[in-house]
Every structure is written in C-alpha cells, then in structure tokens.
C-alpha cells in the first residue's frame, strides 16, 4: 500500500485542528505536485471549471454513483450514469445562464493506492464569480479511484459542503 504519508503512531502527537486555512494550491500547481491521484484529480476540476463534459466523462465511470453538492448547498445523489449525465448537462447549462464561472482551489489532499483501486480526500474552496463577485465554498470529497486499462478512473465521488464565504450582494439579481 502507498499513500501520501506514512505517520508512525508511537511518534506521533495530537493536535489541535488549526484556525488558520492552510495555504491552497491552484489546479495547475496540484497537478504538478506529484502527490497520487493529483494529475488526474485537478483533470476532474478543471473539466467541470471548463464545462467539459468529454473529458470529465472519460475520466469517471461513478458505477457506485455520486453524491454532489447541489446550487442550494445540499446533496445531489445521484444513482447512475444517466443521472450522472443528466446532472452535468442541467449543471453546466444553468452556469452558463448565469454567465457565472468557477474554479477550484485544493487546500488539503490525502490519497492511497491499493494496487486496482485507490481513494483520495480533498479539501477544496470552490470560487463561483457572478455579476463580479466571487463566493467561497469550502467542500471536502471523498474519491474512489479504480484502476481500468493502465489508467485511474473515478468510481465513486461524495462531496459535502463545509461553509461559505459570500460577499455582500452575492446571488442577488442586479
């Protein structure tokens, strides 16, 4: 097994969870970072900050299904490819609607490799900008990964929204 860290119990002390937000990584630097899953991770946001439904659908498989965050904050399960599908098309069209944009910053990133499959949890602000100003939602997910043909694939993601950073006005129409 791999991972991204490897802690040793006896040596290791308890700490209290920091106030302070660790330092984010854009998509292009976590890409290059080398960590597992990173590549292939920062393809998953940068598909749908692109509204690119090819790629992300390429690199997803979701046999297990999803569970998103929806425009209100809560969950979005969705049970199978067509919902999977049909979530993405009504997502990236209400984007566009809304001449709003996105874009992901990755503040915390932990992974394993198990050999066929793999997992990894990110920590993430998702940037939404409309009307010239940007809400801050801080997210976690969890990601299955599954080895097919010589690449990684995603199997199951499930996201939660931790809070939000609105500005005054945010959402409001004009």
Not at 44 to 66: M, N, Q
Not at 118 to 123: A, Y
Request: aromatic share 8%.
């Amino acid at each position: 097994m791999t991972t991204n860290h490897d802690l040793d119990p006896a040596t290791t002390a308890t700490v209290a969870p920091s106030t302070e937000e660790p330092p984010a990584q854009t998509l292009d630097e976590f890409a290059r970072s080398g960590a597992l899953f990173a590549a292939e991770t920062a393809e998953l946001f940068a598909s749908v900050r692109d509204h690119d439904l090819p790629t992300l659908s390429a690199r997803c498989d979701d046999d297990l299904g999803i569970i998103d965050i929806d425009p209100n904050g809560g969950a979005e399960v969705i049970r199978d490819r067509a919902g999977w599908e049909s979530w993405f098309v009504q997502l990236f069209a209400q984007l566009d609607a809304m001449d709003a944009t996105t874009d992901t910053l990755i503040t915390r990133y932990d992974a394993v490799d198990w050999g066929e499959t793999g997992m990894g949890v990110v920590d993430f602000i998702q940037l939404l900008t409309v009307g010239g100003l940007t809400g801050r939602f801080h997210c976690i997910v969890t990601i299955v990964w599954k080895r097919r043909d010589d690449r990684w694939i995603e199997a199951r993601w499930h996201a939660s929204l931790l809070r939000t950073e609105l500005p005054e006005g945010f959402g409001q129409a004009p």
